[in-house]
């Protein structure tokens, strides 16, 4: 009996070791997904960037991007600091930008369960919201003033991502991501020109659908890409890569808070939606080319927020696109930025 207690103590603590063995793999595997799952930089091409505004652009462009200062195999918690900037250069003669937009804040996630192929997170965060100007009160004539009108405001947001991983073997072949978002200003003061005519509080969602490549043989001459190929030891041998090759992303958001001028259903003001396609050959590495179109019912960009338009963007992306390389002989190796 005593022998039969021993054993099934040491097989519970052997299991213990295990589970959190485990844990800590992923741990540092669940914060590749937050990264993969953050929006992706771009540089437009010159007059193809919010074609269909009701200003002409030269370019626009978004830098956005997640510093992880806190994400151990010790715990399921992360921490990031986020900045997030996006430039419009308009088409007049100084090509001026007059306000940019600068969102910089940060961000909590929560590992919720214990499978990397069917995951489940939370994330709370905060954000501070600007265009970098700092006038005194003026009395709204007309359309705003775009040139040096002051903007700012904050807020603060949850949401919950949840997704589907296909995998063979190490080799990741395709995913299906979900997030849906909910995002207030309502806890923070903002300026008057906003009340009454802007969308505070807003819910959202988020879909990803995205395919990778498998190259291998990367040391002969020529480069093999087999979507269907069992990866094997020979593979190793000879090195591989594995990096995403499409994404479709469709997203959209919706104000529920109160307009002064516009009820409830008024979709034409309070709906933001967008669709984009990614495409990343193999000479590119973190990098895909861009098309994208979508509807602004209040326009993201800071003292813009009155126009509504539909647009389309073409150009470059670059973000957290995975990008897992093994050379002969190497440990396996993910290449990224920070």
Do not use: C
């Amino acid at each position: 009996m005593l022998l039969f207690a021993f054993e099934i103590s040491v097989k519970a603590q052997d299991q213990d070791s295990v589970n959190k063995a485990d844990g800590r793999y992923l741990n540092l595997k669940y914060i590749d997904l937050y990264r993969n799952n953050h929006p992706l930089s771009y540089f437009s091409f010159p007059y193809v960037g919010e074609r269909g505004a009701k200003n002409k652009y030269v370019f626009t462009a978004r830098l956005s991007t997640s510093f992880m200062v806190l994400g151990t195999k010790g715990s399921r918690f992360a921490v990031a600091l986020i900045p997030d900037f996006t430039v419009r250069m308009l088409d007049m003669k100084s090509k001026p930008v007059y306000t940019p937009d600068y969102r910089i804040g940060g961000a909590v996630y929560y590992r919720l369960n214990a499978d990397e192929s069917n995951y489940k997170y939370v994330t709370v965060g905060f954000m501070h919201h600007s265009n970098g100007q700092d006038t005194l009160d003026k009395r709204v004539v007309g359309t705003l003033n775009y040139k040096n009108w002051d903007f700012s405001t904050n807020y603060i947001y949850g949401r919950y991502n949840w997704g589907k991983v296909k995998m063979d073997s190490h080799i990741v072949r395709r995913s299906v991501n979900h997030q849906i978002e909910f995002k207030s200003n309502g806890l923070f003061s903002s300026e008057d020109v906003l009340k009454g005519d802007y969308g505070f509080t807003r819910v959202g969602y988020n879909f990803s659908f995205r395919t990778y490549s498998y190259f291998y043989d990367l040391l002969s001459k020529d480069v093999k890409s087999d979507e269907n190929k069992t990866p094997d030891q020979s593979d190793d041998k000879l090195g591989w890569l594995n990096k995403e090759r499409f994404r479709w992303n469709l997203e959209g958001s919706f104000a529920i808070n109160k307009y002064d001028n516009y009820n409830f259903i008024a979709v034409k003001r309070r709906l933001n939606v967008e669709a984009t396609g990614y495409y990343s050959p193999f000479f590119m590495r973190q990098t895909a080319f861009m098309l994208a179109f979508g509807y602004y019912g209040e326009d993201p960009y800071n003292i813009y927020f009155k126009d509504k338009y539909a647009w389309v963007r073409f150009g470059i992306a670059v973000g957290f696109l995975k990008y897992t390389a093994k050379a002969s002989g190497k440990a396996y190796q993910s290449h990224g930025i920070n």
